[in-house]
């Protein structure tokens, strides 16, 4: 014999916290292709996008597929590919490994791409900026065209 239980009208919902994503915004194909990907990559890549907290990360790379032999890794490959946030418990990706990321990695959607690219410009945008100082003041002042000071 089954119980129904019936909700009392002064209880308080559950919150519960969802993604929210529509399924026509999924491409199922990639799916496929970034399964068969290394793990430790698949990482790097969603890292790349945005910091995760380690249950939003696994539940990504789940949504993707995980081989068995890659179930219990992540912790082990966030140690090396990231940087642990004590405040939120959030992980970023190490700035060296930005340059090691493919903008047509087969995990990404359209969006997703757009948003990289913008990312991937606004870390290149400073050290650019930096070299260019740095070459200035090793030419000496003549090079950034101001005169020699008395």
């Given at each position: 014999?089954r ?5 009392s009208s ?15 915004d999924i ?7 970034v399964y068969?990907l290394?793990?430790r ?7 790349a ?5 380690e249950p ?10 995980v081989r ?11 140690q090396?590919v ?13 700035e ?10 087969p995990?990404y959607s359209?969006r ?10 606004r ?10 100082t740095?070459?200035?003041t ?5 090079a950034?065209n ?5």
């Open positions: 014999v119980r129904v239980q019936q909700k002064h209880s308080v919902p559950e919150k519960k916290r969802m993604m929210c994503m529509r399924l026509a491409d199922w194909s990639s799916c496929a292709a068969g290394p793990y990559d698949r990482v790097i890549h969603l890292l996008l945005r910091d995760y907290k939003e990360l696994l539940a990504r790379l789940q949504r993707d597929g068995p032999k890659d179930k219990d890794s992540l912790g082990k490959i966030l090396q990231a940087n642990l946030n004590p405040k939120d418990k959030s992980f970023s990706l190490k060296h490994l930005f340059q090691t990321i493919q903008i047509d990695w995990g359209k997703e791409r757009k948003s990289l690219k913008f990312i991937l410009s870390k290149s945008a400073p050290s650019q900026n930096v070299t260019r740095n070459q200035l090793s030419l000496g002042p003549s950034s101001t005169p020699p000071r008395p």
